[in-house]
């Protein structure tokens, strides 16, 4: 690739990381108790296309023991409780280049020890990164930190790779150590995203789905499912929300697709032993000697 090309990419990363930090934060004001969290999530993704980009995700809003792919239902009538711990995790997409970022509110005070926790093994981990950095490295600080904490990290979790319309490419950022890793290099754009949790250490899916993407493409006979297939296919393979789709005769569309293995589904993620879970991540563009931090004021 040209170098005046990459550049011009890495410019759409930038620009897909300035939204983000901007609904980040305007977001952020919401959380507290007795909001809606539907509101929230809509504030995010309708914000994000207010300022010229598009969600890479549908915004998730993950309490307590949930760590993942939990987000509202439509007409969803939850708000935040007191005592809730709450990750927003949020992406935006410029043409298709991604920026992730996640957060976690304690609402209560009480488990600020936790909400430290994986911020610092986010920071922690961003000060090793540059070019030749392996990915087993980056694991062992964040669960490193983690434990130094007095938690666990989870390990069943990780952060990524983000490469055009795909939000969770290679390699795998894991948040412990394993032998083999994988050699970073200069311009690679990664999401780093510690979880750290009082509980086992492990996640486990929910059953509850509400956010799916499109796996694969095949023909389909019911006239419900290809009128749904088409209205998926402008989200070119990032994850969408059921609550985002036409709302008429749906159920029976979404069977038809996943059975005929169209699409893939979210399952919320929780911990296995119902513990509390916090989340940090930014994402990052790997430099020569460290690393530009897209979703943060402070880039570097």
Same mark, same amino acid.
């Given at each position: @690739?040209?170098?005046?090309?990459?550049?011009?990419?890495?410019?759409?990363?930038?620009?897909?990381?300035?939204?983000?930090?901007?609904?980040?934060?305007?977001?952020?004001?919401?959380?507290?108790?007795?909001?809606?969290?539907?509101?929230?999530?809509?504030?995010?993704?309708?914000?994000?296309?207010?300022?010229?980009?598009? *969600?890479?995700?549908?915004?998730?809003?993950?309490?307590?023991?949930?760590?993942?792919?939990?987000?509202?239902?439509?007409?969803?009538?939850?708000?935040?409780?007191?005592?809730?711990?709450?990750?927003?995790?949020? $992406?935006?997409?410029?043409?298709?280049?991604?920026?992730?970022?996640?957060?976690?509110?304690?609402?209560?005070?009480?488990?600020?020890?936790?909400? %430290?926790?994986?911020? @610092?093994?986010?920071?922690?981990?961003?000060?090793?990164?540059?070019?030749?950095?392996?990915?087993?490295?980056? $694991?062992?600080?964040?669960?490193?930190?983690?434990?130094?904490?007095?938690?666990?990290?989870?390990?069943?979790?990780? #952060?990524?790779?983000?490469?055009?319309?795909?939000?969770?490419? *290679?390699?795998?950022?894991?948040?412990? &150590?394993?032998?083999? $890793?994988?050699?970073?290099?200069a311009n690679d754009v990664i999401a780093i995203e510690p979880f750290a949790t009082d509980g086992g250490g492990k996640v486990v899916e929910s059953g509850n789905v509400e956010i799916y993407s499109l796996k694969k493409e095949k023909?389909?006979? @019911?006239?419900?499912?290809?009128?749904?297939? #088409?209205?998926? &296919?402008?989200?070119?393979?990032? *994850?969408?929300?059921?609550?985002?789709?036409?709302?008429? &005769?749906?159920?029976?569309?979404?069977?038809?697709?996943?059975?005929?293995?169209?699409? %893939?589904?979210? *399952?919320?993620?929780?911990?296995?032993?119902?513990?509390?879970?916090?989340?940090?991540?930014?994402?990052?563009?790997?430099?020569?000697?460290?690393?530009?931090?897209?979703?943060?004021?402070? &880039?570097?």
């Amino acid at each position: @690739m040209e170098e005046e090309e990459l550049e011009q990419i890495l410019d759409k990363y930038r620009a897909a990381g300035r939204i983000l930090i901007e609904v980040r934060e305007g977001v952020l004001k919401l959380v507290k108790e007795g909001e809606s969290l539907l509101r929230v999530a809509e504030f995010v993704e309708s914000g994000i296309a207010a300022k010229g980009g598009e *969600p890479a995700f549908p915004c998730n809003i993950s309490r307590n023991e949930e760590a993942a792919h939990a987000t509202p239902s439509v007409n969803d009538a939850t708000v935040f409780s007191a005592d809730d711990v709450v990750k927003i995790d949020l $992406g935006v997409h410029i043409d298709g280049y991604i920026a992730d970022s996640a957060v976690t509110v304690d609402l209560s005070g009480e488990h600020e020890e936790l909400v %430290r926790a994986s911020e @610092m093994a986010l920071n922690e981990a961003i000060k090793i990164i540059h070019d030749g950095v392996t990915t087993s490295e980056i $694991g062992e600080v964040i669960g490193n930190t983690i434990k130094e904490c007095g938690y666990k990290p989870i390990v069943n979790l990780s #952060g990524h790779g983000l490469l055009r319309y795909d939000s969770h490419a *290679p390699p795998t950022i894991p948040n412990v &150590r394993y032998e083999q $890793g994988v050699r970073l290099k200069a311009n690679d754009v990664i999401a780093i995203e510690p979880f750290a949790t009082d509980g086992g250490g492990k996640v486990v899916e929910s059953g509850n789905v509400e956010i799916y993407s499109l796996k694969k493409e095949k023909p389909v006979r @019911m006239r419900e499912a290809r009128k749904l297939l #088409g209205a998926i &296919r402008k989200y070119k393979g990032l *994850p969408f929300a059921r609550r985002w789709l036409p709302q008429e &005769r749906l159920n029976l569309a979404l069977r038809s697709l996943k059975s005929a293995g169209i699409l %893939r589904e979210y *399952p919320v993620l929780k911990e296995e032993d119902k513990g509390l879970v916090s989340q940090a991540e930014h994402t990052v563009i790997i430099k020569e000697d460290g690393c530009e931090i897209i979703t943060a004021r402070n &880039r570097v």
